[in-house]
């Protein structure tokens, strides 16, 4: 093994606006003289990377681009591969572990690897339409590219028979139209079809657009690449305009904060006929 004492930064630069990349992420781009990424999240960095050598690449590309990101930070270049949202949330550090694993390397070898989390989809979306992600939540791909179509169906079936709120992540493209149509048969079995469903395209970037519909109706709307699609939960409402899920403190407290009857704060909540709390949290 070489002596070299490269740098990798694998860094997600959160949904698109400038104010959104995070200041470690920003120190990260900083430092590194080559920067790695697809096309588009170049440039939505381009002030930050005036003056560095650029590596740009399409979209299909992901494996050349981890692979030359890597090779360089191992022989001694200070390199960042730069990912939309975060990096680790099916984004480009998955990719780099495994051209890393192919390369026999091992901690203590260069490149040192830094991971630097960004803002992702899911929570940049969120803010836009208010508050659906404050109880459980899970986030599923729809994209059938790398994973097998019925895994994916599995997936969503049990998210909605659990009634968790879902986060669709590449719903749709121009060639893939039909999965988000399945996706959207299977959670009517489960959910009401009045339950509020967010489309938001682009969030923080210049085309950015929000739907707010509900899971009989969210097909009417274009979904595509840039979309991410927030489906409520049994307990997700609409408020002002805004998607809400509640945590649940209505179940303990009152609105002014007083305790209800029965309950107790620091303890699980006590349902209705069950005779004590299960335990402190
Ligand atoms: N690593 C990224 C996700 C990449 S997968 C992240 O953490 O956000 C690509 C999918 O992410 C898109 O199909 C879309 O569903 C979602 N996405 C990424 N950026 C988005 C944005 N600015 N607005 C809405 N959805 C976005």
């Known amino acids: 093994m070489s002596d070299a004492k490269g740098v990798l930064y694998v860094v997600g630069i959160g949904p698109g606006a400038h104010d959104h990349v995070t200041p470690a992420a920003t120190r990260a781009i900083a430092d590194a003289e080559l920067v790695v990424g697809y096309t588009t999240y170049i440039k939505l960095v381009s002030e930050l990377i005036r003056g560095k050598e650029i590596v740009r690449t399409g979209m299909t590309e992901e494996i050349g681009r981890a692979r030359t990101a890597v090779e360089r930070a191992r022989d001694g270049a200070k390199v960042a591969l730069i990912s939309s949202g975060d990096a680790g ?12 694993r192919d390369l026999g390397w091992k901690r203590g070898n260069s490149p040192k690897l830094h991971i630097i989390p960004g803002v992702t989809a899911l929570s940049s979306c969120a803010s836009l339409m208010g508050a659906p ?11 059938d590219l790398l994973t097998p179509w019925p895994v994916i169906t599995r997936r969503i ?4 028979q659990a009634d968790f709120v879902i986060g669709l992540y590449n719903p749709a493209s121009g060639r893939r139209t039909r999965q988000i149509v399945e996706a959207q048969s299977i959670i009517r079995k489960y ?3 009045a339950t509020p469903v967010a489309l938001v395209k682009s969030a923080y970037r210049k085309m950015q657009h929000a739907v ?7 097909l009417d709307y274009e979904i ?7 489906v409520g939960s049994s307990n997700t409402y609409v408020f002002e ?13 009152t609105t002014e904060g007083e305790v209800l009857p029965g309950q107790r704060p620091g303890y699980s909540l006590v349902l209705a006929g069950s005779p004590e709390p299960a335990g402190r949290e």
Do not use: W
């Open 89 to 100: 949330v099916y984004g480009m550090a998955g990719l780099v572990f495994q051209v890393l």
């Open 133 to 143: 992600l404050v109880h459980d939540f899970c986030a599923i791909s729809l994209s």
């Open 157 to 160: 079936e049990a998210a909605a």
């Open 191 to 193: 959910r009401d079809g």
């Open 212 to 218: 707010l519909t509900d899971v009989d109706h969210f």
């Open 224 to 230: 595509g690449m840039l979309t991410t699609v927030l």
């Open 241 to 253: 305009g805004y998607m809400v899920t509640p945590r649940g403190y209505t179940n303990k407290y």
